[in-house]
């Protein structure tokens, strides 16, 4: 793979929660572009699986051992995953909303969804601009409604500069009666010695 078409690192907001992922569990990354966040949880042990519908993307993920790619245009076809569920459901820097209660729904009981696109504001820094491709406020958090939100935040970044809004949530496990795990808080989860 040219430099040109390698990955850029992950996303920090993706690294700064993929503990909440629990061990082993099966890897959602929607329009996973070239990768990058398909190679971290493929390198933390995760199964993982990609949807884009750029063939240079399934092609730059191909050599993950195990790997399981779709090509598929999301926004004009069907949802290719109907009735399946992923212990973590990854979407950076994109937006359909029309896809949004199908993403939310992938997310298995005890899983997590771990989002982050352009939120409103961004036209006035740069690209995306256009209202289609920006969250509004608070939008993601309306969307992720029946998930336990662990942590979110609406605003600005800089390096490069850019209004956005991420979310790290679990779908809560029907059968569990008392407190989470305090690593599913947000908390590391403890070093063993």
Known sequence: MSQAHSPSPPSPWIVRWSHLVPAGGTVLDVACGLGRHLRWFHGRGHPVTGVDRAGEAMQAAAPLAGARLVQADIEAGPWPFAGEAFDAVVV??????????????????????????????????????????????GELLQGAQGLRVVAYEDGFLDAPARFVQRIAAVRPRPETGGPPPRHALGEPPPRSQ
């Open 92 to 137: 950076t820097n994109y937006l359909w909303r029309a896809r949004l209660p199908d993403i939310v729904a992938a997310v298995a009981p005890g899983g997590v969804l771990l989002y982050e696109t352009f939120a409103a504001g961004n036209e006035a820094v740069g690209k995306p601009s256009r209202p289609d491709f920006l969250l509004a406020p």
